[in-house]
């Protein structure tokens, strides 16, 4: 169960990642890109092409007042702009569409009234969609394509999970550690090879009845014999010692002592 739930875990953590890229890529999209399916209120806004001092009359205005300071074209009658605000070059509006809009891509250009439409003119691409399928279908999300869900969500919905297996993980490990310890078996917690031997130290101590210069075995992730070492320092919970470079220890190798009950069953000891 150990196994599988850290497995699990380490699953659902590669697909936070791919969540969170995908996230980012979605967020990183085109400012000057409006999606609008028919039917739909969208609101839209952006920065005007325009310097602050062409602007520094212009304050906040109501929509009855809007063409007043700005003017726009969008090269097609089946959606409409409405224009709400303006702080300084930054304004916002809705994106109207009619219902039986059969789909395409136009330029929005906005400038102020009475403008240079060289010099004075942001343009903004506004993509049509005949239904909201279509438009999904044109999102740069994977996610919101593939799926309809905005990463956002999967990422709060993934990630209380990818730690719940973690936990759980973590207290089988626990539970499976301590049965081991009882039984005389403890895990390497870590290992440091040097220029004459390795430097191990490993979960059993004298909690576990192991005691400065006893002989334990090593036993590979097989739980074969695989040689032997003497507890140099001995703590309660864990112990130290060093192993001969002869042995090729790996992550997974255990430590027993030699009276562990059942040790027949991990192996032999070697000669």
Known sequence: MRALFHKLA?????????????????GFGS??????????????????????????????????????YLEYSLGTHDAEVRLLELQGRIWRGELIVSRGVAGGEYNLRLMPK???????????KVRLFPDAEALRLDLPSVC????GVRPFWLFLLLLPLGLGCLGVSFLFSN??????QAAGLGPIYKMARGKECWKIIFGLGSVHGVR??????????????VGDLVADKVDPEV??????????????????????????RHGDEQD
Not at 175 to 180: A, T
């Open 239 to 264: 112990a130290h010692a060093e192993v001969d470079l002869k042995i090729d220890l790996a992550p997974g190798f255990l430590v027993a002592r030699a009276d562990a009950p059942g040790l027949s």
């Open 114 to 124: 009475g403008g240079s439409p060289d010099e004075d003119t942001t343009t903004y």
């Open 175 to 180: 539970r499976e550690d301590s049965r081991n």
């Open 144 to 147: 919101e394509r593939r799926l």
């Open 31 to 68: 400012d000057t890109l409006f999606r609008a399916a028919a039917g739909q209120i969208v609101p839209i806004g952006g920065k005007l092409n325009v310097s602050p001092e062409d602007l520094a009359e212009i304050r906040d205005f109501d929509p009855e007042k809007a063409t007043t």
């Open 212 to 225: 400065e210069g006893d002989r334990l075995l090593i036993l590979d992730k097989g739980g074969q014999v």
């Open 10 to 26: 380490i699953s659902i953590f590669l697909l936070l990642l791919f969540v969170a890229a995908d996230a980012m890529r979605g």
